[in-house]
């Protein structure tokens, strides 16, 4: 039962331009959402979270969309930079724990 | 540098044999992981310990068994392997930022079982 799905496996954009990566989850007593990036031959970083409470997390050029309605999140980059390329990781937590894992989305940034 | 490491990072090994990864953090934090990302690139969590105690065991079988010595670290041994384990094995510790939990991966160690 994958309860976090991110139904595109890659996307691929123009530098300088946005990225969006999206993410759907089905179990709504999550109550904290994470994306994590992940470069080759690496573990998972994490790069910015979202409470239930919130509709919308920023830091830097990074900003996380929360619509608990639909279910559904998206990570938002921009400007987007070559070294943004990587894969994508969303999850979602309840009480904090046991984090679920999305199959991730691979960003390829184009110069 | 303070991190989660995890040994060895490749492993090749023949069906049947017993092996195990060893992870170690120098973060401080209290809770543990073992994470399993398979052939499709799911992560899917294995184990959760806090302060040595089992907090988590999803439907994993019984011939993977954590070992907490400290709360710094988590070790994986796999017994009586079989190909279908082979997979990326990521050990993880957390800590609540700003109301999240927050995990730590490290590399990762790659089991390939021939």
């Known amino acids: 039962d994958q309860q976090v799905k991110q139904n595109s496996p890659s996307l691929s954009v123009q530098e300088g331009r946005i990225s969006i990566l999206n993410c759907d989850y089905t179990?709504?007593?999550?109550?904290?959402f994470l994306w994590y990036k992940k470069y080759p031959a690496e573990g998972p970083t994490f790069l910015i979270s979202i409470s239930s409470i919130k509709d919308k997390n920023e830091d830097g050029r990074f900003t996380v969309f929360l619509n608990k309605s639909a279910k559904h999140l998206s990570l938002h980059i921009v400007p987007s930079q070559p070294g943004d390329s990587a894969v994508y990781f969303c999850?979602?937590?309840?009480?904090?724990?046991?984090?679920?894992f999305g199959a991730g989305t691979r960003l390829t940034v184009k110069p | 540098d303070t991190a989660v490491s995890q040994t060895p990072k490749y492993l090749v090994t023949q069906m049947g044999n017993d092996k195990s990864i060893k992870c170690e953090q120098n973060l401080g934090h209290d809770t543990m992981y073992w994470y399993k990302q398979d052939s499709k690139k799911f992560l899917k969590i294995m184990f959760s310990?806090?302060?040595?105690?089992?907090?988590i065991n999803e439907t994993v079988p019984n011939r993977f068994s954590p070992k907490s010595p400290d709360k710094a670290h988590l070790n994986l041994h796999i017994n009586s392997l079989e190909l279908g384990d082979s997979a990326v094995y990521f050990c993880?510790?957390?800590?609540?930022?700003?109301?999240?939990?927050?995990?730590?991966f490290g590399a990762g160690s790659r089991l390939t079982v021939l």
């Open positions: 179990n709504s007593m999550f109550d904290y």
């Open positions: 993880a510790s957390s800590q609540v930022s700003s109301g999240a939990n927050v995990l730590t």
């Open positions: 999850a979602a937590s309840q009480n904090n724990n046991d984090m679920r």
């Open positions: 310990y806090n302060n040595k105690e089992l907090i």
